[in-house]
């Protein structure tokens, strides 16, 4: 059991760049959860996705940020268009079902390191 | 804005001592509550969790207490040892909320020798 996959680990993107972090979930699990954490900071919900649908994106901003999982492959996270305040570790999550259903919350990937130059 | 927060950002414990981490949540709907671990260049690791019905859960060398009057969570850690060194988070769930689980600021945990 792998666990959650997350790559890249470190990524570096120049202004105006577009970012595409990827997240395979532990094997069975169905439901992904993307978090964003900055420096000293707790980690903030951005998106939670089933398969090839989106359940919850109050967390994801308005524009430039967009997030899906297919039906085959890994969840993409896709930041188009990066600004430096877009700098900050992206966590992914998955669970077999939902949180009412499951003992010990999600299980975390590593993360992505984003930093925008 | 967020519905749970820690009341101190950093702890230094002596090595073999207890800790307790505190934390407080505003939201009376909560009903499931997690405390993670998080080393540096980590993802969240899970540590222990508990229910709404519960006041009090233990697992190896780490309680749990709900105080649900006051919404009041804290983490006892047992005889601390230089792997507790990390930044600890609470975080809630409620069955209202999809599934989606919200993290306090966290308290990093400083373990002297």
């Known amino acids: 059991n792998a666990g959650v996959m997350q790559n890249p680990r470190h990524l570096v993107r120049r202004r105006g760049q577009e970012a595409r972090l990827r997240c395979s979930p532990m094997k069975g699990h169905s439901h992904v959860y993307w978090y964003r954490q900055l420096p000293e900071e707790g980690l903030k919900f951005m998106v939670y996705?089933?398969?090839?649908?989106?359940?919850?994106e109050s967390g994801m901003p308005k524009e430039r940020f967009s997030a899906e999982f297919p039906k085959e492959g890994p969840s993409i996270l896709r930041i188009q268009q990066v600004v430096r305040g877009d700098s900050a570790a992206y966590f992914c999550?998955?669970?077999?079902?939902?949180?009412?259903?499951?003992?010990?919350?999600?299980?975390f990937g590593s993360g992505t390191r984003l930093t925008v130059v | 804005g967020e519905s749970v927060g820690l009341h101190l950002p950093t702890l230094s414990v002596q090595e073999g001592d207890n800790s307790i981490i505190n934390c407080a949540y505003s939201?009376?709907?909560?009903?499931?509550f997690i405390w993670y671990k998080q080393e540096s260049g980590k993802g969240p690791q899970f540590i222990i969790d508990?229910?709404?019905?519960?006041d009090k859960r233990q697992g190896q060398r780490v309680t749990v207490l709900l105080n649900k009057t006051v919404k009041h969570l804290s983490l006892q850690i047992a005889a601390t040892q230089p792997g507790d060194s990390a930044v600890y988070f609470c975080a809630e769930n409620n069955e209202n909320r999809d599934d989606k689980i919200i993290f306090g600021k966290g308290t990093r945990l400083h373990i002297l020798p």
């Open positions: 999550a998955s669970s077999q079902a939902g949180t009412n259903n499951f003992p010990g919350g999600y299980t």
């Open positions: 996705l089933q398969k090839e649908n989106i359940i919850d």
């Open positions: 939201n009376s709907a909560s009903d499931y």
């Open positions: 508990i229910r709404s019905n519960m």
